[in-house]
């Protein structure tokens, strides 16, 4: 009997059998626009292989007015069919099934021939569209149903519409969006005339053997968004024209929710789609921080959906199915949800990756080939670049030590996960120490490595990571270090912190919460960010706001840099951590030169005129500096080490570096 018999369970769909409840959700990777499309199979080649019931490609575009972006990837040619013919062949190689996404970007193409409903500006978008005539709207139609005959002629098992999160059909259900008064607009049947017929056009062109998933979004929050009725309403009428199964989108991108950051509580939003389940007559698909099989086999077990959709959870480990079946879910690599190299990437044009699995979109350049020659390698230092070392090198076949002074591994990760909302940080500290035991690196904890410990081995890695930099402040010895306050030290009622990038942000959040963290109370949660329910507000902003709870401390956040506080923040996220802190009267300044700590307070000069801020505690987060001592004292001894992470280069350290470094090293020893 597996653990998860109801994420296991097949999913009869009448033409074709899913073999389990696991949808992996669409994707934007880069892959496709590098060309190579042997890269692109491979991708999703691996995820097949490791057992997920059906992949959904990322959107393609039907036209280059539709595209995402300019020069976004479509099925426009009989080339571009031979290539997708790679991918589809590649999957059913391993007996898995694989749709395409079909995205029309409407007023979010990031382009100037953008087309919607109305002449409507998105606020993330600098492009004003063109409203389509009736003649726009049905080449619009038009395009999406051959990009369907495309794809399957590309040998797709399928297509998803993409009819949420704001795009072009989503444009067309709500007044936000839809000014007109003909047949596509006014009344709701007739703005919900477009993702319909788009359904029953499709369906029409590729019979009835061919799955139709169609993204229906249940929460829009943005104000004048769907109202409940509406959602059902447009759920039956889509089922009626021929979709096969109906998957759930939350939010469209312009909302200020957060909808997938690590900070939202894992299955916030499954309420939603267990309320549409009695409605309609075809499976629906949940989604959104669900990133392990327990939480998935929780949500299906209570009946919340008929399946579960994870998309990021994919890039973590591609054998995210198989390794639960196999009984072995704890060593299932967990997305934590920081958008790091995923999203983040995607957004500033990169190909995506995964900050805890660098070969995610790199599976034919990084591999973890068996060792020509086994070798033994020592390890110093247990934070993210060590242990991603010592992991790789063991799965190699070398014989690994790993040193590390702190009694346990993870070094910073545990500063990390003391974070309120960064509570998924456990998770990947667990992973590590379940990986380090089972592919058998040997742990020396509790002991500085010192020159001597590592003069037998073959590899020395030197992964010894940061220390503070001191920021050379008259009377800083009354201050803290981020490293005290995040272990617990006590903190006065008013704190100032210097420095606002990561860390400052990270003791920020951590000093204006009390008691538990929202992100592990979901109806805190949803008052903090003012979400409420869509049957009762039109879209599910909650009337009266944001109503988060008052500020455990009054926080001063500061820097030297005269610009805004956080911008150097995740692309994706750091509009999240600035909002959250500004909700709890945070007082973000730039611009600040530091005079004293005195028993006043901190002094400083803004504008050229001192004040002093009058605060119990002052925090240093003012960067960190690699720790080199082991480096340096291997050098004189005439030892050759790597030197990987923060002990490398400190500046801009991040998890996703020293994994990045850690893998990459450890694949060429
Ligand atoms: P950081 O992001 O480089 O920020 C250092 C801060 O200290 C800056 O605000 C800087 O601003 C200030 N500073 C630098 N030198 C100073 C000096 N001599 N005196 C006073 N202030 C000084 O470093 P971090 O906050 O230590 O974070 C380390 C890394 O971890 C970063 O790369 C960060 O991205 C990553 N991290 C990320 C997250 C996340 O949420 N993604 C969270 C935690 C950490 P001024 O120079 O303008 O004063
Ligand atoms: Fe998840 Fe972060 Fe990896 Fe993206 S980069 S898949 S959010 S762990």
């Known amino acids: 009997m597996t653990t998860f018999p109801h994420l296991l369970a097949p999913l009869d769909l009448g033409h074709v059998t899913l073999k389990n409840r696991v949808l992996m959700g669409s994707m934007h990777t880069g892959l496709e626009e590098t060309g190579d499309w042997g890269r692109v199979a491979a991708f999703y080649a691996a995820r097949a292989a490791g057992g997920v019931g059906l992949i959904v490609t990322g959107g393609m575009a039907p036209n280059r007015e539709g595209g995402v972006f300019p020069g976004a990837a479509g099925l426009f040619s009989d080339a571009d069919i031979r290539n997708h013919r790679q991918v589809t062949d590649r999957v059913h190689d391993h007996d ?67 009819g949420s999160e704001g795009y072009f059909l989503n444009q067309f259900l709500v007044r936000h969006t839809n000014r007109r008064e003909d047949l596509w607009g006014g009344a709701f049947e007739n703005r919900a005339r477009l993702p319909v017929e788009v359904v029953r056009r499709v369906r029409a062109a590729v019979g009835p053997e061919f799955i139709i998933i169609y993204r229906i979004s249940l929460i829009d929050l943005v104000p004048d968004g769907s109202t409940w009725d509406e959602v059902v309403w447009l759920a039956r009428a889509i089922a009626a024209a021929g979709a096969t199964i109906l998957n759930t989108g939350i939010g469209w991108h312009e909302a200020r929710v957060p909808t997938i950051a690590t900070s939202v509580p894992r299955a916030a939003f499954t309420w939603l789609t267990a309320r549409l389940r009695p409605e309609v007559s075809i499976p629906v698909i949940t989604s959104n921080r669900i990133n392990t099989p327990a939480v998935a086999e929780a949500v299906l077990a209570a009946g919340q959906a008929d399946m579960v959709s994870m998309a990021r959870p994919f890039l973590a480990d591609a054998d995210f199915v198989a390794k639960a079946a196999a009984g072995r879910a704890d060593e299932i690599a967990p997305c934590i949800a920081c958008n790091q190299a995923c999203l983040d990437h995607t957004f500033s044009g990169k190909l995506t990756s995964c900050l805890v699995n660098p070969r995610a979109c790199h599976e034919t350049e990084l591999t973890y080939a068996p060792a020509a020659v086994v070798k033994r390698v020592a390890v110093v230092g247990a934070g993210p670049a060590g242990m991603m070392t010592a992991i790789v090198a063991a799965t190699r076949g070398h014989d690994v030590t790993l040193f590390d002074r702190a009694a346990r591994v993870g070094g910073q990760l545990h500063l990390a996960a003391s974070v309120p909302g960064k509570e998924e940080f456990r998770g ?27 003069s037998g081995f073959d590899e020395v890695v030197v992964a010894t990571g940061v220390v503070p930099r001191d920021p050379e402040i008259a009377g800083q010895d009354r201050a803290l270090s981020y490293i005290d306050v995040l272990k617990g030290a006590p903190v006065g009622p008013r704190v100032a912190i210097i420095g606002a990038g990561g860390i400052g942000f990270d003791v920020a959040e951590f000093l204006v919460h009390h008691g538990v963290s929202p992100t592990e109370d979901a109806a805190l949660w949803f008052r903090e960010w003012g979400v409420g329910d869509p049957a009762v507000v039109a879209g599910g902003l909650a009337a009266e706001g944001p109503r988060p709870d008052a500020p455990a401390r009054e926080v001063w956040l500061l820097q030297r840099k005269a610009e805004k506080p956080g911008r150097k923040l995740g692309k994706t996220t750091g509009w999240i951590h600035r909002a959250a802190l500004a909700m709890k009267g945070v007082r973000m300044l730039g611009g600040v030169t530091y005079k004293a700590i005195t028993e006043d307070g901190l002094v400083v000069a803004r504008d050229g005129v001192d004040e002093v801020l009058p605060v119990d505690t002052v925090v240093l987060c003012a960067g960190q500096l690699p720790d080199r001592g082991l480096a340096d004292a291997l050098t004189a001894a005439g030892i050759a080490a790597h030197v990987i992470g923060g002990a490398d280069v400190a500046a801009e350290l991040d998890a996703k570096r020293a994994i990045d470094q850690g893998a990459r090293l450890a694949a060429r020893l």
């Open 96 to 162: 898995g099934r694989i749709a395409m996404q079909i995205l029309h970007a409407g007023r979010y193409a990031y382009g100037k021939e953008c087309v919607a409903p109305s002449a409507v500006k998105s606020p993330i978008s600098p492009f004003v569209p063109t409203a389509l005539d009736e003649a726009g709207i049905e080449k619009q139609i038009a395009d999406i149903v051959t990009a369907a005959t495309r794809a399957q002629e590309a040998g797709y098992d399928g297509v998803e519409i993409m």
């Open 428 to 454: 990947l500290i667990d992973w590590f120490a379940t990986m380090l035991d089972k592919t058998g690196v040997a742990l020396r904890l509790g002991q500085q490595a010192e020159v001597t410990d590592l």
